[in-house]
């Protein structure tokens, strides 16, 4: 593993260790949910908490939920159009943005199906369990209250994890599938964006950068990282980065920092001053992704840095990571809020929620092994008709 090239996977284009950065991002995205869930008092102000709780402390970037999400987005933007910038063949593209659709809404729809079912036999225990935790959030499905207004419709269903969640950010059975959209739509962008600058120079490439940043912000916030992704793809697949450990130090410092911001409040007060006033949260979004370039340059650019990030377990995990995110929410609601009520007839509130996290982590680590399986079933048979469509030479005849 000395030299960069062989820090990259053949098959799919992507820096390993950004792989293991992936596994991380999910399980942020788990703890940051079973915090609000059963804690909401250490999300502060986040959770509608009076106390302050992680709240402008660094020590939130470990669960940073929103920056995880960012950080998601970042990483589709680098890794997407990886495959185009070092081949320079425009088909990669073509292949990429026909499959990218199906790719996520496979996996969607059998998120929002578990869902369905869980809702269909009364399986779900959130707002039993929100009363004891005091997380409205939780006692509103994540927000959404879909139990008073939803009418449970399998074909609805389907819909949802097919269509809604990729036109409408549809998410009354999955919450997190409000993603989908932006992840799809940032998809195509990164892909537009890497025919666009791929051969000009370094000032052109990044100046029409800034100004896709830009009009992307406007247009829509969360796909500014993707934009970002794509600009530092660019920047590691021409030019050879190398950072030592002071400054290898001080980029992934900085951007652990960053991620932690969640309000202008304690070590951030001094980030009033950006704060987005009308409540979108476009300032979260702008120093999350800063953070996320920091942390992934940082990474990409020192290869002990890299090999931290290499090792199997964090690698496993990135491999899971998106069944792991797309189940985790219905699987925290049924059986995490379950299981809760039941030990809190046997012991404390404390010793509750212990076990059930660990027993959660186990069937969250579980169902992800299990979907990853079916999930990289339906990406290889996509990309074998993808292939025969755009790539007839890469066809195996037998």
Same mark, same amino acid.
């Given at each position: 593993?000395?030299?960069?090239?062989?820090?990259?996977?053949?098959?799919?284009?992507?820096?390993?260790?950004?792989e293991?950065?992936?596994?991380?991002?999910?399980?942020?995205?788990?703890?940051?949910?079973?915090?609000?869930a059963?804690?909401?008092s250490?999300?502060?102000?986040?959770?509608?908490?009076?106390?302050?709780?992680?709240?402008?402390?660094?020590?939130?970037?470990?669960?940073?939920?929103?920056?995880?999400?960012?950080?998601?987005?970042?990483?589709?933007?680098?890794?997407?159009?990886?495959?185009?910038?070092r081949?320079?063949?425009?088909?990669?593209?073509?292949?990429?943005?026909?499959?990218?659709?199906?790719?996520?809404?496979?996996?969607?729809?059998?998120?929002?199906? #578990?869902?369905?079912?869980? #809702?269909?036999?009364?399986?779900?225990?959130?707002?039993?369990?929100a009363?004891?935790?005091?997380?409205?959030?939780?006692?509103?499905?994540?927000?959404?209250?879909?139990?008073?207004?939803?009418?449970?419709?399998?074909?609805?269903?389907?819909?949802?994890?097919?269509?809604g969640?990729?036109?409408?950010?549809?998410?009354?059975?999955?919450?997190?599938?409000?993603?989908?959209?932006?992840?799809?739509?940032?998809?195509?962008?990164?892909?537009?964006?890497?025919?666009?600058?791929?051969?000009?120079?370094?000032?052109?490439?990044?100046?029409?950068?800034?100004?896709?940043?830009?009009?992307?912000?406007?247009?829509?916030?969360?796909?500014v990282?993707f934009v970002?992704?794509?600009?530092?793809a660019?920047?590691?697949?021409n030019?050879?980065?190398?950072?030592?450990?002071?400054?290898?130090?001080?980029?992934?410092?900085?951007g652990?920092?960053?991620?932690?911001?969640?309000?202008?409040?304690?070590?951030?007060?001094?980030?009033?001053?950006?704060?987005?006033?009308?409540?979108?949260?476009?300032?979260?979004?702008?120093?999350?992704?800063?953070?996320?370039?920091?942390m992934?340059?940082?990474?990409?650019?020192?290869?002990?840095?890299?090999?931290?990030l290499n090792?199997?377990?964090?690698? #496993?995990?990135?491999?899971?990571?998106?069944?792991?995110?797309?189940?985790?929410?219905?699987?925290?609601?049924?059986?995490?809020?379950?299981?809760?009520?039941?030990?809190?007839?046997?012991?404390?509130?404390?010793?509750s929620?212990?076990?059930?996290?660990?027993?959660?982590?186990?069937?969250?680590?579980?169902?992800?092994?299990?979907?990853?399986?079916?999930?990289?079933?339906?990406?290889?048979?996509?990309?074998?008709?993808?292939?025969?469509?755009?790539?007839?030479?890469?066809?195996?005849?037998?």
């Open positions: 593993m000395g030299r960069r090239s062989e820090r990259v996977a053949v098959n799919s284009g992507k820096f390993l260790e950004l293991g950065l992936r596994g991380l991002a999910a399980a942020m995205v788990v703890a940051w949910h079973f915090v609000w059963f804690a909401p250490e999300l502060g102000s986040v959770a509608g908490s009076p106390e302050q709780g992680l709240v402008g402390s660094p020590i939130a970037a470990g669960i940073d939920g929103p920056a995880a999400v960012v950080l998601f987005f970042v990483l589709s933007g680098f890794v997407i159009p990886l495959r185009f910038f081949s320079g063949r425009a088909r990669t593209v073509v292949h990429a943005a026909t499959k990218r659709w199906p790719r996520l809404a496979g996996l969607s729809v059998l998120a929002v199906l #578990f869902s369905y079912g869980l #809702f269909r036999f009364g399986l779900f225990h959130y707002r039993e369990a009363a004891l935790t005091g997380s409205d959030w939780l006692g509103e499905y994540g927000g959404g209250a879909p139990g008073s207004t939803l009418s449970l419709s399998l074909a609805g269903a389907i819909r949802e994890g097919l269509v969640a990729f036109v409408d950010k549809s998410d009354a059975y999955d919450p997190v599938l409000w993603t989908m959209r932006h992840e799809l739509l940032g998809s195509f962008l990164s892909m537009g964006l890497a025919l666009a600058i791929r051969r000009t120079s370094v000032k052109a490439s990044g100046g029409i950068t800034v100004c896709v940043a830009f009009l992307a912000g406007a247009a829509d916030p969360w796909l990282p970002a992704g794509t600009g530092l660019l920047l590691v697949c030019r050879r980065m190398t950072l030592g450990w002071l400054s290898t130090a001080a980029s992934i410092g900085v652990l920092f960053l991620f932690g911001y969640l309000e202008p409040a304690g070590a951030y007060s001094g980030m009033a001053v950006i704060q987005d006033g009308a409540g979108y949260r476009y300032d979260r979004i702008l120093v999350h992704t800063l953070a996320a370039v920091l992934m340059f940082g990474i990409i650019a020192n290869e002990g840095a890299g090999r931290v090792a199997r377990p964090l690698l #496993f995990l990135g491999r899971l990571s998106f069944p792991i995110y797309l189940f985790h929410f219905p699987l925290l609601c049924s059986l995490g809020c379950g299981l809760f009520l039941a030990l809190r007839e046997v012991t404390s509130y404390g010793g929620t212990i076990i059930v996290a660990v027993i959660y982590a186990a069937a969250v680590l579980m169902v992800g092994v299990l979907l990853t399986r079916v999930d990289e079933a339906w990406g290889a048979w996509l990309s074998r008709m993808t292939d025969s469509l755009f790539m007839p030479e890469t066809r195996i005849s037998k």
